[in-house]
């Protein structure tokens, strides 16, 4: 597939099977995250893995996860069962929006 492929053909999900990922896939995505080139290469993002229901259920309610779309609701089951949180370390950088 090639990059214009794949450009034409993503899409925005907002829906989700009730499948749990693996956390070694989860912390294979990480290590392969933290390689990314970085702005004078500080390196300043940290990577946090939540999968733990409790606390994807506790993000979740925090995301507001497609507030355009009037009526739009996520079923608990639709939800998604983990995520990678993008984090700053200011003792490294204080401005990191570019390598975000």
């Given at each position: 597939?090639?990059?214009?492929?794949?450009?034409?053909?993503?899409?925005?999900?907002?829906?989700?099977?009730?499948?749990?990922?693996?956390?070694?896939?989860?912390?294979?995505?990480?290590?392969?995250?933290?390689?990314?080139?970085?702005?004078?290469?500080?390196?300043?993002?940290?990577?946090?893995?939540?999968?733990?229901?409790?606390?994807?259920?506790?993000?979740?309610?925090?995301?507001?996860?497609?507030?355009?779309?009037?009526?739009?609701?996520?079923?608990p089951?639709?939800?998604?069962?983990?995520?990678?949180?993008?984090?700053?370390?200011?003792?490294?950088?204080?401005?990191c929006?570019?390598?975000?």
């Open positions: 597939m090639t990059t214009r492929e794949a450009m034409l053909q993503r899409r925005s999900i907002r829906k989700f099977l009730p499948k749990e990922i693996p956390l070694d896939t989860l912390k294979e995505i990480v290590e392969l995250a933290r390689l990314y080139p970085s702005g004078g290469n500080l390196q300043p993002l940290r990577f946090a893995i939540l999968s733990a229901k409790e606390h994807t259920d506790a993000l979740f309610a925090d995301l507001r996860w497609a507030m355009y779309l009037p009526d739009f609701t996520i079923a089951q639709e939800r998604p069962t983990a995520y990678i949180v993008l984090l700053r370390d200011s003792t490294v950088s204080k401005k929006d570019y390598d975000i």
